[in-house]
């Protein structure tokens, strides 16, 4: 793949390469993950009739990227005009880079928010790889609240609505999100933003009714999320009180677009109380230990508003670092990845980021 091609392209070919940019664009349209605002109670339309776009992306979503920030695990073929001749180009290969962010906790798992790049090692597949960049600084974040709207929430959303409302006014000012409530459908009652008020107006969208389509809610918004390049740095936040029984999607495809290559860090708030190893708590953990991030499971309600404010200082407190792989010749399938700390003064350390990511031509 590193050789250069080249290639004369004939007239009949240009009409017929612009036929299939046209046709492939139109059926880009066709991705079905697409929330709309919350409907009355008692009106809840067919899944089948929701937008068939994905979740709409702010107008200006694709236009903007962040300044000298390249997204985790690229890997594209650029094309470039050689010369003066119209008709050829040259095919190069970018090299790819992994971004990770990463949460460092001591042995009574105390946040350590204050090592330096030389603590860290990097491996992938058990190899170690050279850290080629390294933040500590709080930067802001994409962030996505998906929030159950199912009929045993009702007696619990107001503490819910309140919790969230205080990790957004917790949050980094520049931070911007999105709030969808799912019950059987999902709905993006607010897109992305960083004003406190429409968010939490938009918690207020309920209907508290139907099933539990888990799966979709978090796989529609984490399209969402990266469908918004304008921040690098990623986050869903689920609150749930019951086990996925509506999803078309799976456990297994929602586990895969977390870890895409660029996929967002879950945390997850199950209100479920009961036996930890039945499949919803068990769900939720595989979901956000995958990713990053952390499940927690509150004995009461009274619990939600601290968990969210630890969340709140758990995103701001990330170290994030980046790294190319050795081996940039790798089958586009999953790298496992593993970030180790060490620091003078510091007992054990443990280091939560994503478990590893899919290559870009493996994520659909």
Do not use: C, W
């Amino acid at each position: 793949m590193g050789s250069v091609a080249s290639q004369r392209f004939r007239p009949v070919l240009v009409v017929a390469v612009f036929v299939l940019a046209f046709t492939l664009g139109a059926s880009a349209q066709a991705d079905p993950s697409a929330p709309r605002s919350t409907p009355p109670e008692g009106s809840a339309p067919n899944p089948q009739t929701l937008p068939a776009d994905g979740i709409a992306a702010p107008p200006d979503a694709t236009t903007q990227e962040p300044a000298g920030q390249e997204p985790a695990a690229q890997q594209n073929a650029t094309q470039e005009p050689p010369g003066n001749d119209p008709g050829m180009f040259v095919f190069k290969k970018q090299v790819q880079e992994v971004v990770l962010h990463a949460t460092v906790v001591d042995e009574r798992r105390h946040l350590v928010p204050h090592l330096d790049r030389g603590a860290f090692s990097v491996f992938e597949n058990g190899a170690p790889q050279a850290i080629t960049s390294f933040r500590r600084e709080d930067v802001p974040v994409g962030m996505g609240i998906v929030i159950d709207n199912s009929g045993s929430m009702r007696d619990k959303r107001d503490k819910v609505n309140q919790a969230v409302s205080n990790l957004i006014r917790a949050s980094n000012p520049q931070d911007e999100i999105f709030v969808v409530n799912f019950s059987q459908n999902y709905y993006l009652d607010q897109d992305f933003t960083s004003d406190p008020g429409l968010l939490e107006r938009a918690l207020h969208q309920v209907s508290m009714q139907g099933s539990t389509a888990l799966y979709d809610a978090i796989v529609a918004s984490a399209v969402h999320l990266k469908n918004n390049p304008r921040l690098d740095k990623k986050v869903l936040l689920v609150i749930t009180d019951g086990q996925d029984n509506m999803s078309q999607e799976t456990l297994e495809e929602a586990a895969r677009r977390l870890q895409q290559s660029h996929g967002p860090t879950l945390y997850a708030i199950g209100l479920m109380g009961g036996d930890l190893r039945d499949p919803g708590h068990e769900a939720l953990q595989r979901l956000s230990d995958g990713s990053g991030g952390v499940a927690f499971f509150p004995q009461s309600l009274d619990e939600v508003d601290s968990i969210t404010r630890t969340v709140a200082h758990d995103i701001r407190s990330q170290y994030t670092l980046a790294y190319k792989p050795h081996n940039q010749n790798a089958k586009p399938e999953f790298q496992s990845v593993r970030v180790e700390a060490r620091a003078p003064g510091y007992g054990r350390l443990t280091v939560r980021t994503r478990s590893g990511y899919y290559g870009a031509e493996t994520a659909r």
